[in-house]
């Protein structure tokens, strides 16, 4: 849901208004289950967006669900998405993991943004 905030004044020029955040939840897929650590998740988030501090990340959630680790991330829509990130667990060992966005159904194939908003 996208809400906008129009003075009722009129003291600010609608054009001044921009949408340039949007928090999201991420599934991130194929972390190994004795990988699972806040650290590390922190680590991936940093990756794709900032971190969202308004939903704390604990070592119980890791493993809520068995396929994957859901977080919160608040991203920049004006930069394209990512669909995976690898990163560095030793100096010889990289993962690599995938990352789905809950609710997030129009991602172009192409560039990887979000459409065009009217």
């Known amino acids: 849901m996208l809400v906008q905030w129009i003075d009722p004044i009129g003291g600010r020029p609608m054009e001044s208004y921009t949408f340039r955040y949007l928090p999201v939840t991420i599934h991130l897929y194929g972390i190994p289950k004795t990988l699972r650590s806040v650290e590390l998740v922190d680590k991936i988030i940093g990756k794709i ?4 501090k308004s939903v704390m990340v604990s070592e ?15 991203l920049d829509v004006t930069k ?15 993962i690599k993991v995938y990352i789905h966005y809950e609710k997030l159904v129009k991602i172009c194939n192409f560039c990887g943004h979000l459409p065009s908003l009217p």
């Not at 967006?49 to 969202?52: E, F, P």
């Not at 119980?60 to 608040?74: D, G, H, K, T």
């Open 60 to 74: 119980n959630s890791m493993f809520r669900v068995p396929e994957y680790v859901l977080a919160r991330v608040i």
């Open 49 to 52: 967006g900032d971190k969202d």
């Open 80 to 94: 394209p998405l990512l669909d995976s990130v690898t990163i560095s667990i030793s100096l010889e060992k990289k």
